[in-house]
């Protein structure tokens, strides 16, 4: 790559993180096109990532605000004081995210001078908490042009982040992966035109894999963290309502998180503790395995009491592309990529038996899946390329250095 090409500074919460393979992904297909990367992870992380220099933030150097604070204070009074008002003027959501954004902003402040003898041609936030508020500062600090990527967590999760708003009025675009996001923030106030609605996307796309003879008994996977808004108990009474019902399955649920030990429990209180594996998290060549195996994926997501949810999670055009029969509830943006009956199952979590209906049917009549499947191979083919979809974000990239 040339050093005298525009350069891209990629700011990630925690980078490479094990559960965020899509934004591996995307640097991956920015690296493919090559594109001038500067990569920091403000949390952990660091390294290096397929030939791409990782740089760590050290959190010791957040020492050196007790005199970078009053220096960057003193350059630029206008921002400091609404840093302060905002502070006593404003709740944070949650604790979580009140040190999320301090996070961004001890981020922004130490590398200030650094950016300064430095600037790349365009900051790009991979996360409209930490990430997005490093960038807005930077911006605020040194004029240092910036945009943002706002994910379903950001958004909705206790009303959405604390400054959202405040740093994507700022950015010159944001974007969103599903069109549930987007809408979400034009109807906020952010204008149409600087939303955009680009996808992630596979690197690669593996073969569609053959549908199995005889599906008795069904192979049934969910892939999830272990938390509220994957709704793993309703899927567990699912379970249970389909071995009522009389349908031979296995079922592995793979994931970690806090709710394992009661979801577990609730198993064996339905009575399919036997027949529910729970695997625990997993690497990802181990998860495209556990796809490769299944019939299904089940994918009972909710919103969460704290408005948490999911947008669109990676694993359903996972599942589709290698022909893994996707049954969802239609909860945030699932039924972006899954049409009922077109290409998938939909129904809702609250309603036991339409899961049992369609996991039955697809245990027997092998045209029915065969289409599912190829129309949602289709839909992976056409809008889940990690390489397209990358040189479109390149073609936002451009607009605003006008390279």
Not at 34 to 55: D, E, I, Q, T
Request: charge should be positive; charged fraction near 20%; aromatic fraction near 10%.
């Amino acid at each position: 790559m040339s050093t005298s090409a525009p350069v891209i500074a990629y700011l990630f919460t925690t980078f490479p993180a094990n559960t965020e393979t899509f934004l591996q992904r995307e640097i991956t297909a920015m690296r493919a096109l090559g594109v001038n990367l500067r990569v920091y992870s403000l949390w952990g992380g660091g390294g290096s990532f397929r030939g791409v220099p990782v740089a760590s933030f050290n959190k010791w150097r957040l020492l050196t605000l007790f005199w970078l604070i009053p220096i960057e204070g003193w350059r630029r009074p206008d921002v400091l004081k609404q840093l302060l008002r905002g502070l006593f003027t404003r709740r944070a959501p949650s604790w979580l995210n009140f040190w999320e954004n301090m996070l961004g902003a001890g981020f922004a402040c130490i590398y200030a001078r650094e950016f300064r003898r430095n600037p790349p041609t365009l900051v790009h936030a991979a996360w409209g908490g930490a990430p997005a508020t490093a960038a807005w500062l930077l911006w605020r600090i040194d004029g240092h042009r910036f945009s943002a990527a706002a994910h379903a967590y950001d958004i909705y999760e206790h009303g959405g982040d604390w400054w959202l708003m405040d740093k994507l009025e700022h950015a010159a675009f944001v974007h969103t992966s599903t069109e549930m996001g987007r809408g979400a923030l034009v109807e906020r106030g952010l204008p149409p035109e600087r939303v955009v609605c680009i996808r992630r996307g596979l690197d690669q796309i593996a073969p569609l894999k053959p549908l199995r003879a005889s599906r008795s008994p069904l192979h049934l996977v969910s892939v999830a963290r272990l938390v509220e808004k994957k709704g793993l108990d309703r899927q567990l009474r699912i379970y249970a309502a389909l071995a009522a019902a009389g349908v031979e399955f296995e079922a592995r649920i793979v994931g970690d998180g806090p709710l394992r030990a009661g979801l577990e429990k609730l198993a064996g209180e339905l009575g399919v503790g036997a027949r529910v594996a729970f695997t625990g998290h997993l690497p990802q060549h181990e998860v495209w395995n556990q796809l490769a195996w299944a019939d299904a994926l089940l994918h009972t997501g909710v919103i969460a009491p704290s408005g948490d949810r999911d947008g669109l999670p990676n694993v359903i055009p996972e599942a589709m592309s290698v022909g893994a029969v996707v049954i969802t509830s239609p909860a945030a943006a699932t039924t972006e990529a899954i049409t009922h009956r077109v290409n998938g199952v939909v129904a809702p979590v609250e309603a036991p038996a339409e899961w049992v209906e369609a996991l039955r049917r697809l245990s027997l009549d092998d045209a029915w899946a065969e289409g599912l499947r190829a129309e949602a191979r289709r839909w992976v083919e056409e809008n889940f390329d990690a390489h397209r979809n990358a040189r479109r974000l390149l073609t936002e990239f451009h607009k605003v250095t006008g390279t």
